[in-house]
Antibody, heavy 118, light 107 residues
């Protein structure tokens, strides 16, 4: 069974750094892209970017390029989304999802709620 | 930047048909995908490659495409179909974008 399990909710202060994770299981982690999606409170879905764990090829939405870093550690089947300096506007639910050639985002993680507040 | 526009809301009575459109602002249109999101839950893929239905998705969900507009149709709407629906497609650079989202209300 394909599963994507994300790390738990985080509460941070503006300016702090953060790295959240997404662990894949039940499939060949290095053979599928993994993507990240932001959903701000009460708002729609936003495509942030994707990474191919097999060779770490990464693509970002222009809206998120330079704002976040997507990475992966294929040895532990885990993808990451990180910030070097959080802002209050980063407060959102973040989902990871498996991206395939046929259907981007066929399996989703449960989401990680990030709250940034002073 | 590439944009996909959906109506903010659609209301439908049980047993009737709901149609949700998604319009791209530029050609060429890539394949479209549709997701259902219920409150407090992660999205679920309901249509891929314009009109294909993943296993486990009820037959009442269907998709179609015409020009730069794609449509998600829910035939015989049930109360459990009340949710937000998002289309998704790719731009020419290979990055993806979601539509603005449509809230489906079952009256």
């Amino acid at each position: 069974e394909v599963q994507l399990v994300q790390s738990g909710a985080e509460v941070k202060k503006p300016g702090e750094s953060l790295k959240i994770s997404c662990k894949g299981s039940g499939y060949s982690f290095t053979s599928y892209w993994i993507g990240w999606v932001r959903q701000m409170p009460g708002k729609g879905l936003e495509w942030m970017g994707i990474i191919y764990p097999g060779d770490s090829d990464t693509r970002y939405s222009p809206s998120f390029q330079g704002q976040v870093t997507i990475s992966a550690d294929k040895s532990i089947s885990t993808a990451y989304l990180q910030w070097s300096s959080l802002k209050a506007s980063d407060t959102a639910m973040y989902y990871c999802a498996r991206h395939t050639a046929a259907a981007p985002f066929d399996y989703w993680g449960q989401g990680t709620l990030v709250t940034v507040s002073s | 930047s590439y944009e996909l526009t959906q109506p903010p809301s659609v209301s439908v009575s049980p047993g009737q048909t709901a149609r949700i459109t998604c319009s791209a602002d530029a050609l060429p249109k890539q394949y479209a995908y549709w997701y259902q999101q219920k409150p407090g839950q992660a999205p679920v893929l309901v249509i891929y490659k314009d009109s294909e239905r993943p296993s486990g998705i009820p037959e009442r969900f269907s998709g179609s495409s015409s020009g730069t507009t794609v449509t998600l149709t829910i035939s015989g709407v049930q109360a459990e179909d009340e949710a937000d629906y998002y289309c998704q497609s790719a731009d020419s650079s290979g990055t993806y974008v979601f539509g603005t989202g449509t809230k489906v209300t079952v009256l």
